[in-house]
């Protein structure tokens, strides 16, 4: 059977250049970073993870040592938001966010109410978009910490990056951005948008899974989540994942100026073939630039776990707003903060894409959404004028 991955904001294929990359840190140079003052394996180590620690610091505008490789954006999210409250905890007691993050952010955060902080979850619109106005009247003097997504994981929003860290840098309030999504697909500058964290991961841009970074601009605290070392310039304890961290540096090497425009173009032949053969399809996100990889649709009258079973059997890999996130049939959080009704949320598919998708696929994916749509749609007894 055809195979169809759309399912690229979950994560990416590994390139196989980047597992060629990684091979040799596994049979050959296998020694940790830290043995570099024992012996020259050790060294050879340290300048493969100094090298990767350039890269990525380059692609973001950072300086060597802001940049901590963990295991993923999920705990870049964690060490960030409780690291920052843990460390600020004498100075304030209050955490802004938005009622969209990432469950690693929105369950960071919901731990640290439970531990006394106070909460402002900021609302978004219809599209998705926090307002900068409501940020700022939600700052007071006990708000330590700002944590608002680069974009978002369902829908492709897009947050005013730059207004936020203005806003924040003014009320010198830190400022935190989950950017696991954007990273790669967007440019990031931690300067000029004043970004005090920043996390990122590496199996998102086709590299491998369990690696990830989070930026701390020079002159932030945060407590530590993990001891027993001096790791990562004591900030992150525990052997370096050294395969991973230069896995990671390739597939940031490997980002080509090329991939985003042709990536929109498969997002947009799509849309474009969705909505011309089939009514009642609604976007749910924004008309304006959102993040190219990210496309997701409500398709009125029918659930959405029919369709992506349907699909399934086509050999295509969505998935719904419903069940995929919350593993209930809840609809999920984020499209009920946009304002989409459960109906609506119930019938939404995001579709997401990368670099190894063909404009064959994304024909043949138009053809299978418009037989299942249609089908699904002549036996819902909800679809009117049948
Ligand atoms: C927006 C966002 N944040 C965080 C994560 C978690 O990243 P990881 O799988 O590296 O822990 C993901 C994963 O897809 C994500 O989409």
């Given at each position: 059977m055809k195979r169809v991955y759309l399912d690229n904001a979950a994560t990416t294929l590994c390139d196989k250049r980047v597992v060629d990359a990684m091979i040799p840190f596994y049979?050959?140079?296998?020694?940790?970073?830290?043995s570099q003052f024992s012996h020259s394996p050790g060294i050879e180590s340290k300048e493969a993870l100094d090298k990767a620690r350039e890269t990525i610091a380059n692609k973001i505008g950072a300086?060597?040592?802001?940049v901590i490789f963990t295991s993923g954006a999920t705990e870049s999210n964690n060490m960030a938001i409780k690291g920052v409250a843990q460390a600020n905890r004498t100075k304030g007691n209050h955490i802004i966010t938005s009622s969209v993050e990432h469950r690693s952010v929105r369950e960071a955060i919901e731990s640290l109410e439970k531990e006394g902080f106070r909460v402002t979850k900021l609302p978004v619109s219809n599209e998705g978009f926090i307002s900068v106005d409501d940020l700022k009247e939600s700052i007071?003097?006990?708000?330590?910490l700002v944590s608002i997504q680069y974009?978002?994981?369902?829908?492709?929003t897009i947050q005013d990056i730059a207004s936020i860290g203005s806003v924040c840098n003014e009320k010198s309030v830190i400022f935190h951005t989950d950017a696991a999504l954007s990273f790669g697909r967007l440019p990031i500058d931690v300067k000029k948008e004043h970004i005090d964290l920043l996390s990122i991961t590496a199996h998102l841009i086709h590299g491998p899974k369990g690696v990830g970074v989070l930026y701390i601009r020079d002159g932030i605290e945060i407590v530590k989540c993990m001891y027993g070392g001096f790791n990562e310039f004591n900030k992150r304890a525990g052997t370096e994942n050294i395969p991973g961290i230069v896995g990671f540096a390739k597939a940031v090497e490997l980002i080509g100026p090329e991939e985003i425009k042709y990536i929109k173009k498969l997002k947009k032949r799509l849309y474009d073939g969705i909505t011309k053969r089939l009514d009642a399809v609604q976007l749910?996100?924004?008309?304006?630039?959102?993040?190219?990889?990210i496309l997701n649709l409500t398709f009125r009258f029918v659930e959405g776990e029919s369709v992506i079973l349907h699909l399934d059997m086509k050999g295509i890999a969505v998935i719904t707003g419903s069940a995929c996130f919350?593993?209930?049939?809840?609809?999920?959080y984020v499209l009920k903060a946009m304002g989409l009704s459960h109906e609506e949320a119930h019938g939404s598919i995001r579709f997401s894409f990368s670099r190894f998708n063909t404009e064959e696929e994304i024909d043949y994916t138009i053809d299978a959404v418009y037989d299942v749509v249609k089908k699904l749609r002549e036996i819902s007894p909800i679809t009117p004028n049948k």
């Open positions: 049979t050959d140079k296998y020694a940790v970073a830290s300086k060597l040592e802001e007071r003097k006990e708000t330590i974009a978002n994981q369902e829908t492709g749910n996100g924004t008309q304006k630039e959102s993040l190219p990889t919350s593993r209930s049939l809840e609809p999920s």
